[in-house]
């Protein structure tokens, strides 16, 4: 049985994650650790979920701790020096949820949620009567706001009243951010602040449409920048102060720049994913670090794999994929909190133009070509060839995808979609759309060829 995707098990309340199914992966889990925190975001269906998570761990021989509605990155922090399990479906559709499990800070690897897997399909029986588990409340909320505020006062200058408006989709980040914001000196104005199961307030899914009140409200106010979140907090969008979203790897080549020069390692180094943009490297590079790649939805067993390779002096510094970062220095989690709250300190400091000013934003694109999921594969390993003879000037990586990097930084990728019947494009370039043209007829004669 395959229950995991890029992010923990996420599926329909009533067909997928159901509550046998928590029931089946709380008692699987069970195996691997004695004490768990088991947290939920807001949605209908959580407070079942979580129930029945409890009580699959508790018949396993578990300790829970039970911590209520929290964000996931609070979740993590809390399940430091044991496990937990989060019942979340992030930035999925109100109907659906789901289920992500973590260890000492770190989201399960893909060889333990394989375990997991093996274990449910095994039906795995509870253990002796009595030597079940236990279960508590734990109150972890505070004490992490409380740790992010001080991490975040390490960087940038006081808010001092800097004017910030946080739309928290009415999600988990309305227990933090703001809080958090508003104890580093900002004047925050909250917007869907309320938790709602319900998501009335606008789609849990932060882009740029979903967004727009809140960019309506920056751009028609004093506001120095907008926040967004998706419905667990991990994820994070930015708005400059006329109410355009801020790219989301000019985001994460402000932050990784930064982690870079702070850093005293001396090979300090930046994980991030394929479809990621050339300004990354292009700052890190200019700061004194590195950068790595690794597939979309596995920063943290990226992270390991830098740090088996490198030697002493080697510092994963920073981690991130679009929207989604990772503080090393913080934790080994992806928290969109730590990401706010950091961003309003620099931004205090210098300006969203100021810290956009270093940064090359060239126009970048991201489209589809539809293509079977039985074709995928041939046509991935014919364009290993024959998109490098299209592009002959270019330096090829064939990890992750194929991706083609020109002499003047320009880039392309094509990878497989995971979850669709699609090659997904990217491209980043002055003339982005030659590019991707060019590339597209590439794509679709290998799709057809196959």
């Avoid at 917007?191 to 789609?203: K, T």
């Avoid at 597939?295 to 981690?319: I, P, Q």
């Avoid at 620099?346 to 074709?375: F, M, N, Q, W």
Wanted: net charge negative; proline share 4%.
């Amino acid at each position: 049985m395959e229950l995991f995707g890029t992010a923990g098990i996420r599926g329909s309340a009533r067909e997928d994650v159901t509550p046998a199914l928590a029931l089946a992966v709380g008692r699987a889990a069970a195996v691997d650790g004695e004490e768990f925190v088991v947290g939920r975001d807001g949605r209908e269906t959580g407070t079942a979920l979580a129930a029945a998570v409890e009580a699959g761990l508790e018949s396993g021989g578990a300790t829970v701790r039970r911590t209520g509605q929290l964000p996931t990155p609070a979740l993590a922090y809390a399940s430091q020096g044991r496990r937990g399990v989060m019942v979340t479906a992030s930035h999925n559709p109100a109907a659906d949820n789901g289920l992500k499990l973590f260890v000492d800070g770190q989201e399960y690897d893909s060889d333990a949620e394989r375990a997991i897997e093996e274990r449910v399909d095994a039906d795995t029986s509870p253990v002796a009567w009595d030597e079940w588990g236990s279960v508590t409340d734990l109150d972890v909320l505070a004490d992490y706001r409380e740790t992010v505020v001080e991490y975040a006062g390490t960087f940038g200058a006081p808010l001092d009243g800097l004017p910030v408006a946080v739309d928290c989709g009415n999600g988990m980040a309305g227990l933090a951010t703001p809080q958090v914001l508003r104890e580093l000196g900002g004047d925050v104005t909250a917007l869907n602040a309320n938790v709602d199961g319900h998501f009335p307030g606008r789609g849990s899914k932060p882009t740029a449409e979903t967004l727009a009140d809140l960019r309506a409200f920056v751009a028609d106010s004093d506001a120095a920048l907008g926040i967004g979140h998706d419905g667990d907090a991990d994820r994070i969008v930015v708005v400059d102060g006329d109410g355009a979203v801020v790219h989301e790897d000019t985001v994460l080549a402000i932050l990784a720049e930064r982690y870079v020069r702070a850093s005293d390692a001396a090979d300090p180094v930046v994980v991030t994913t394929p479809n990621a943009s050339g300004r990354i490297d292009e700052r890190v590079g200019a700061a004194g670090g590195r950068t790595e790649r690794v597939r979309l939805g596995a920063l943290h067993e990226g992270v390991a794999s830098a740090r088996e390779r490198g030697d002493g002096g080697t510092d994963v510094v920073f981690a991130a994929e679009p929207w989604k970062h990772l503080h090393t220095r913080f934790g080994e989690w992806i928290d969109g909190v730590v990401s706010a709250a950091v961003i309003a300190r620099l931004v205090a400091e210098a300006g969203i133009d100021g810290l956009r000013a270093a940064v090359t934003e060239r126009p970048y694109r991201k489209t589809s070509l539809a293509c079977p999921d039985a074709s995928k594969a041939a046509a991935m390993d014919r364009l290993e060839t024959t998109l490098p003879e299209q592009f002959p000037d270019t330096s090829v990586s064939t990890e992750y995808g194929v991706r083609l990097t020109f002499p003047d930084a320009s880039w392309v990728l094509v990878r497989p979609s995971g979850t669709e019947p699609y090659l997904r494009l990217y491209a980043e370039s002055d003339d982005v759309d030659a590019l991707v043209a060019e590339a597209t007829g590439a794509v679709e004669r290998a799709i057809d060829a196959v």
